[in-house]
């Protein structure tokens, strides 16, 4: 039974110099890597003996070494070391990379100094981690800032720990964390490849190997899903939120009495009964999500806030009724919730356990998660209260008018939440680093916080913030219940999706349901003046106005008469909430006729008009008119639908396309709105048409998917110069050109994903099943990528140079040197913390432009700083390792250094070469062709095949390889008579040794050749010698002994001759034999060079058989063969070729041997094959020596 080859992991502890060796050992070893790189090639055998007896521990005799196996690993060993660290030439073998990202100075600041960071972000935004105004995004900009405020000493200081941790010297904290942020990246890949092609859910526990520290972990994705969304009754999501200042810093829970709704309170009375009790009940305890003791309820709270007749119990139980009556005797009667009992103590209880004292302040659950949140007003400082206030605004800007400009709070500035969270996806499209770009319709004319109608930037995002917070800041006498219909209405229309009619103009619409003429959003007031037509109004508000009549049938009166519709709503709200208007009955007051009552109804027919809407013409996305219910910025929103792309071209475009000089949309670009009309216009069948950000639709138009030519449209118009630069100037077009041209991509890409991922089963995709380019999507989605990466190098080169360092980039240790004179001045251990009178180090005055000024205005002495960088770097070097964690740390860095050893030993021989220490190469090797794609590259110029300066030394020459001449002698005078008995006469004396049962390379005894051979002919001299010579006798067995016998390593002879005559002598002609495939014999091609453009430029040397062939009495049909090699397989191929067609027929090995016994094997196959004294015939005609066999046992092996 054949052994199995040994692993490299169990061989590694007898191969590695690092395992072999002891410490003192490869120091000894490493003090002679010097002299060994200085060494002649002949002297360094005598140089292993001398480095081999310092480090064995005894005397050692090299007439008769020691054979032991320690002696033997170690001697392997050492030279394997000195192999290694004296390379000259070839990358070292460097491990896998396991990050793709690279540790700069930047990076291990934002570790070391965390919580100062953190702190600095409160500082200068008012945020903490996890807020989701963007956090992230904020904090990636402090600390850039953080950095370029500390002293030069310590970004130095921090570039080391860089380099050391870029060689794998990186804290185990730092590692765990990689480690196991891309396995839940690779097990989430996983569970989503289970869930789509096998429909099976899974949960995956990981178990660390024994020994290690970090512990085990269950991953699922069952909320992402969207398996789990239904939770609990008790602990669903609540309209009702409880806002912090309610819990923190007291012993129970305050509830105000102005925040009771009865009606939205009844449908959520049993989860918000679960979460008061369950807040009230933890708030004193250490413990956020403490179950309530329900049995022991009455015991633990005071009787004021327990209800006579109904005893208090898990609400399930109690049900909604019952739980309706609680909510309202703790909002209205008691003003919270407390578990206080008189003359007792006990307040809070785990489950199965006794009631427990109250803990302190400063221990409690919420001061661990927030301990700077309770912190005396005194020492905030000013700008951090200003922060939390409000959003910081952006520097203003003159107008056309002459007018201060500054960004409205609604739109991008998300002044107020109109959407759910859940939606929101800035976080994770911030870590893609794309820069955000301000849209021009927030800058707006200065105003005060009243902001009137036509201050309002003219997107349906900006007039849903408007609307919502005009309700709830300008609206106080009335009761949520009353709004609550229209906020949700406000928050659809929204939303909505593309539906037809959506685009009817304004003024046809009013003119059929009476809009009145003071009724626009470019109104100068929002509450209606004493002027007003008030019954004019009502008319229009109650007559449905968001319904039209058409042939018949109700259809959608467009977008801008429904929110023309809201902003009357509006106003007329301010108005009676002004006038004093009742919540309740349906009475009006003075010129507002219509109550409360009138409006509920209202407002819920319209809400329930355009969620039908909503469902009927639902589409796959979010469209770019609702982009801001995702993102915060339109560069975001455009990452957000090309982030799926597979061949990562189109991100880094639309960075490129972010740095473009601001300014409007330039000339012959212009935007196309949408049209109902199949024969309309449209930003697709328009050459020069982009479309607006105000679309409906994450796709194209829907009557395009039906036109044939679609495909041929998107072809044509990426295949213009002009899109991204102006080829009258070869300037890079204007910011808003390069947005509209990225926006009109992402809407095609997102249909296309759409078709790959058939996402037509929303009722709006029903036409994608049969779009004309579903069969074209790969051919679309080549032709987009290809053009990004034209434009992507086009662009790069017509925008203006970046003059700041990149930090994120792999230019981190070039910081220190563009410090300046200022930078250089300080002594490193002046940077040290602690050195200056005030306890800090100053920062240097140079930093690169582009920072944010708001955390630039933030003073590290309001920081905190919890250690410096040297105190970390000490503390990471104390951290205890185990022996396999420092060995690897050690194995890294010592592969980290190879490549300057590598620079260090070409250095050393270029001086001992000019000293001439090293003799000269006579001979160079030729280099050896670069394997990219697997592929060979062609062989470079003949004048880079030789060294162009004495640093580059010449590769060693190559091998002196034999050459059989195979001697043809002369014909005998007679004939072809005796060629039979001439050839059985030739046969060597003496038996031949049998070596195992098989015949060894060299066991066959070689023929005596004459002393002058003469020279081998080519095969095409060859083959137009007469038949006659091709085939006599004499040679035959000249040939075919000098064959057999020979080593490996010399030539075959160019032709095989027949052994005997036949009857069909005079009919028969050579054929050429041929092998396809990199080589036709290992015999012929050097070791390395085996497969290699060197390999496959050799031409006819190589060709080692002939195939001998009918010349005048052949079949049309009659095939010849051909041997085929392929690579890795243990057969070949025998090609039979024919005039008129070709097969192929795989033969094994084995089978082929068979075929040499058997005739009946292939006996179907024509022409029969016929063994007879070792010649293959084929039907007489075709004739085979054993060679044959040969070669196939040569490419099997």
Request: charged share 25%; with cysteine; aromatic share 8%.
């Amino acid at each position: 039974m054949t052994r199995k080859a040994l692993s490299y992991g169990e061989i590694a502890d007898n191969v590695l110099p690092s395992v072999v060796f002891t410490v003192d050992g490869l120091n000894k070893l490493a003090q002679c890597v010097d002299a060994y790189v200085q060494l002649a090639p002949a002297d360094r055998p005598a140089f292993f003996r001398e480095a081999m007896e310092a480090i064995w521990p005894h005397e050692l005799d090299w007439s008769s070494r020691p054979q032991t196996t320690e002696f033997k690993s170690q001697w392997s060993a050492l030279r394997r070391y000195f192999a290694e660290q004296g390379r000259i030439r070839g990358p070292p073998a460097m491990p896998e990379k396991l990050s793709t990202h690279k540790w700069t100075g930047l990076r291990v600041c934002g570790i070391v100094y965390r919580e100062a960071i953190d702190e600095m972000v409160f500082l200068g935004t008012g945020m903490r981690p996890g807020d989701t105004r963007g956090y992230i995004g904020q904090r990636i900009k402090c600390q850039t800032v953080f950095y370029w405020k500390l002293p030069s000493g310590d970004r130095l200081q921090l570039t080391e720990m860089a380099n050391e941790w870029q060689s794998g010297s990186a804290p185990v904290e730092q590692k765990m964390e990689a480690y196991y942020r891309r396995f839940q990246t690779w097990i989430r890949n996983v569970h989503m490849t289970a869930i789509r092609e096998f429909g099976q859910h899974l949960v995956t526990m990981a178990i660390p190997e024994p020994g290690l520290t970090n512990p085990p972990r269950l991953h699922e994705f069952m909320y992402e899903l969207r398996i789990l969304d239904k939770k609990s009754q008790l602990k669903r999501k609540t309209t009702w939120t409880i806002d912090e200042t309610s819990f923190i810093g007291h012993d129970g829970l305050v509830l105000n009495a102005n925040e009771y709704d009865e009606e939205l309170f009844f449908k959520e009375a049993i989860s918000m009964v679960y979460t008061i009790v369950r807040m009230a009940h933890s708030n004193i305890s250490s413990f956020r999500d403490l179950d309530p003791p329900w049995a022991s309820f009455h015991l633990l709270v005071n009787g004021k806030y327990l209800l006579p007749d109904i005893p208090m119990t898990i609400p399930t139980a109690l049900r909604q009724p019952n739980c309706a009556k609680y909510l309202k005797h703790w909002f209205t009667v008691t003003n919270g919730l407390k578990f206080e009992r008189w003359q007792k103590f006990e307040r809070w209880q785990r489950k199965n356990s006794l009631p427990m004292n109250p803990i302190p302040l400063e221990e409690r659950w919420w001061a661990s998660s927030m301990p700077s949140y309770a912190r005396p007003a005194d020492i905030i400082p000013q700008a951090a209260r200003a922060a939390l206030e409000f959003v910081p605004k952006l520097v203003r800007r003159p107008g056309k008018d002459g007018l201060f400009l500054h960004p409205s709070p609604y739109g991008s500035q998300r002044g107020h939440i109109v959407h759910d969270d859940s939606v929101s996806e800035q976080e994770m499209l911030e870590m893609l680093d794309i820069p955000s770009v301000p849209d021009p319709d927030d800058l707006l004319t200065s105003a005060e916080d009243n902001i009137p109608p036509y201050l309002v930037p003219t997107n349906s995002e900006a007039r849903a913030q408007w609307s919502i917070s005009q309700i709830q800041h300008h609206c106080p006498g009335l009761s949520p219940r009353v709004t609550r219909g229209l906020k949700s209405a406000i928050q659809q229309l929204v939303e909505l999706p593309m539906i037809p009619n959506c685009s009817y103009p304004l003024t046809a619409a009013g003119k059929r349901v009476r809009l009145p003429d003071n009724l626009r959003w470019t109104m100068r007031s929002t509450e209606p003046n004493a002027s007003t037509n008030m019954a004019g109004w009502l008319l229009f508000l109650q007559g449905s106005p968001w319904r039209v009549i058409q042939a018949g049938v109700d259809v959608f009166s467009g977008t801008e008469l429904a929110w023309t519709f809201v902003l009357g709503w509006v106003s007329y709200l301010r108005g009676f909430a002004a006038a004093g208007g009742s919540s309740t009955g349906d009475h009006g007051v003075e010129t507002f006729t219509a109550g409360a009552s009138t409006c509920i109804a209202i407002f819920e027919d319209f809400s329930n008009a355009l969620t039908q809407y909503n469902e009927r013409y639902q589409y796959p996305g979010w469209p770019p008119c609702a982009k801001y219910a995702i993102v915060n910025s339109r560069t975001h929103y455009l990452a957000y639908v090309l982030r799926n792309e597979t061949q990562d071209v189109l991100l880094p475009l639309l960075r490129l396309v972010a740095r473009m000089e601001p300014g409007p949309i330039q000339h012959p670009f212009a935007v196309v709105p949408h049209s109902s009309s199949r024969d309309g216009p449209s930003w697709i069948t328009d050459p020069n048409g982009v479309p607006s950000w105000q679309w409906q639709r994450c796709g194209l138009p829907p009557s395009l998917h039906g036109r044939p030519d679609l495909a041929q449209i998107i072809l044509d118009w990426l295949k213009r110069p002009d899109l991204l630069i102006d080829p009258s100037t070869n300037k890079a077009r204007s910011l808003e050109t390069g947005l509209a041209v990225m926006l009109k991509i992402a809407l095609i890409f997102a249909d296309l994903e759409n078709l790959d991922d058939e996402a037509w089963t929303h009722p709006g995709a029903a036409l994608l099943p049969g779009s004309s380019i579903r069969l074209q999507t790969k051919q679309l989605k080549s032709a987009i990528a290809e053009w990004a990466n034209d434009a992507a190098v086009g662009l790069e080169s017509t925008l203006p140079a970046i003059d700041d360092v990149d930090l994120f980039g792999d230019d981190d240790g070039k910081e220190d040197s563009q410090l300046g004179d200022g930078s250089s001045s300080h002594h490193p251990s002046d940077t040290v913390r602690g050195s200056s009178p005030a306890g800090q180090s100053h920062a240097q005055d140079w930093m690169p432009s582009g920072l944010n000024p708001a955390f630039l205005a933030v003073d590290m002495d309001d920081i905190q700083l919890p250690h410096s960088v040297e105190e970390y770097r000490q503390m990471i070097a104390n951290e205890p390792r185990s022996a396999v964690q420092e060995l690897t740390r050690k194995g890294l860095r010592g592969l980290a250094e190879l490549e300057e050893r590598r620079r260090t030993n070409r250095r050393m021989r270029a001086e001992a070469r000019t000293v001439g220490t090293t003799p000269a190469k006579r001979t160079v090797k030729l280099p050896a062709p670069i394997v990219t794609g697997g592929g060979w590259q062609p062989l470079p110029p003949e004048d880079q095949l030789w060294p162009q300066s004495d640093d580059e030394e010449p590769p060693p020459p190559s091998k002196r390889r034999k050459t059989m001449v195979v001697r043809r002698p002369k014909v005998s005078p007679a004939g072809q008579a005796g060629a039979k008995r001439a050839g059985a006469a030739a046969k060597p004396k003496g038996a031949r040794p049998k070596v195992g049962g098989k015949r060894g390379a060299g066991s066959r005894r070689k023929k005596q050749r004459p002393p002058t051979p003469e020279p081998q002919s080519s095969s095409t001299d060859r083959s137009t010698h007469s038949p006659s010579t091709a085939f006599d006798p004499a040679m035959v067995n000249d040939e075919v002994r000098s064959t057999v016998g020979t080593d490996s390593s010399e030539d075959m002879p160019a032709t095989i001759s027949r052994p005997r005559t036949s009857r069909f002598s005079q009919l028969i002609e050579p054929v050429t034999f041929e092998l396809e495939g990199t080589a036709s014999s290992s015999w012929d091609i050097d070791s390395d060079a085996i497969g290699s453009a060197a390999a496959l430029g050799r031409g006819e040397a190589h060709a080692r058989l002939r195939i001998v062939s009918v010349r005048k009495w052949q079949r049309p049909d009659e095939p010849h063969v051909k041997l085929r090699k392929r690579p890795g397989c243990r057969y070949a191929r025998c090609l039979l070729l024919s005039h008129t067609q070709r097969s192929t027929v795989e033969v094994d090995d084995i089978l082929l041997r068979q075929l040499l016994h058997q005739q009946r094997t292939l006996s179907h196959l024509r022409p029969v094959i016929i063994v007879r004294n070792n010649i293959i015939r084929l039907n007489e005609s075709y004739l085979v020596l054993q060679g044959a066999l040969d070669e196939l046992h040569s490419v099997r092996d």
